[in-house]
């Protein structure tokens, strides 16, 4: 009789074997990853027919592909003759389909099987014989791929965020670089630490000068979860509660110039520029110095000609929102 899998104790305590056991891990594989959707890669990654990328989780490798200019299909990476990886990492298959590297089997970029070689070898082989397909869908410029063809869709999956990150238009956005790495770590260890913000205070202790980490909300929808700022938490350029800094020592400018070069990678040359010349112009006495930016701000955006029209002012400076 095999034991039950540990999950949470009477006591509310989260057991250990959750994260180091292997006996977890397969029931995640086996129970999670392929029932649940995923984010397998961008839509300008496929930005062509016959562009692929390799989407790899546990022992499943799964192969995206443009098959036509306006779709996306999903398979399982496998020939189904020997079982042969068709394809590694990301590229691009030829017009004439997916060829398999060992006996050269051949697929339609929709998956269907489109020649064999030596076919009169084989004898009769059924007419619809196809690569394995994995459920492949897209949302907000992202391609997502399900396992289980029963599952909900994935509008039904993601909402209700498709709603609350409709003004963001992440569809028209593009990647302009990325980073990947391997950790030394159980996935739920990175995501717990992602998920919190009760660690700012010790382990992000240089943004606490121009942060404040106290006042954040969790919120529990029906799969996701999220946590901001507290819905009546004022947005203001101030230093954490925890240093204890006098309201009349704040150096406003200071502190927005600190939060802009931290996250450099995440604002414009020309958002960095903003930031030097208001700290560089007099103000009348209480003027509002992250309000005005955020006006500012959002004038450039505009002017560069990106629609920002989704937005209130106070929602342009999401450096303290996670």
């Known amino acids: 009789m095999v034991a039950p899998l540990p999950l949470v104790g009477d006591d509310g305590i989260v057991p250990k074997q959750r994260y180091i056991t292997r006996a977890f891990l397969d029931a995640e594989l086996d129970r999670l990853w392929s029932h649940v959707w995923q984010i397998a890669c961008r839509e300008e990654e496929l930005a062509e ?8 989780i546990g022992d499943d490798s799964i192969l995206v592909v443009r098959s036509a200019p306006t779709e996306v299909c999903a398979f399982h990476n496998a020939c189904l003759h020997r079982g042969t990886r068709l394809a590694t990492g990301t590229g691009r298959f030829p017009a004439r389909g997916i060829h398999c590297p060992f006996h050269g089997w051949c697929y339609a970029l929709e998956g269907s099987l489109a020649d064999v070689p030596d076919r009169h070898e084989f004898g009769p082989l059924p007419a619809d014989l196809r690569l394995t397909p994995v459920r492949a869908a897209c949302w907000g410029g ?13 509008l039904e999956f993601l909402d209700p965020l498709p709603t609350l990150l409709a003004p963001y238009r992440l569809e028209e956005m593009r990647l ?4 990947s790495t391997i950790l030394p770590a159980n996935w739920k260890a990175v995501v717990d630490a992602f998920n919190e913000a009760y660690h700012v205070q010790r382990a992000h202790a240089q943004i606490l000068p121009w942060t404040d980490d106290t006042s954040i909300a969790y919120e529990q929808f029906r799969t996701h979860a999220h946590y901001g700022r507290l819905p009546n938490a004022r947005r203001k350029l101030a230093a954490s509660p925890r240093l204890g800094r006098a309201p009349q020592a704040v150096d406003e400018g200071g502190i927005l110039a600190a939060l802009v070069a931290g996250l450099g990678g995440a604002f414009l040359k020309e958002e960095r520029a903003l930031v030097e010349e208001l700290r560089s112009t007099p103000h009348p006495p209480g003027t509002d110095l992250l309000a005005l930016f955020q006006r500012r ?4 955006l505009a002017a560069r000609g990106l629609d920002v029209s989704g937005f209130e002012p106070d929602q342009m400076t999401s450096a303290d929102d996670v």
């Open 297 to 300: 701000r959002m004038e450039l």
């Open 176 to 179: 302009r670089s990325y980073l």
């Open 49 to 56: 027919v016959g562009s692929f990328v390799e989407y790899v």
């Open 142 to 154: 992202f391609v997502f791929v399900n396992m289980n063809p029963a599952a909900e869709s994935l």
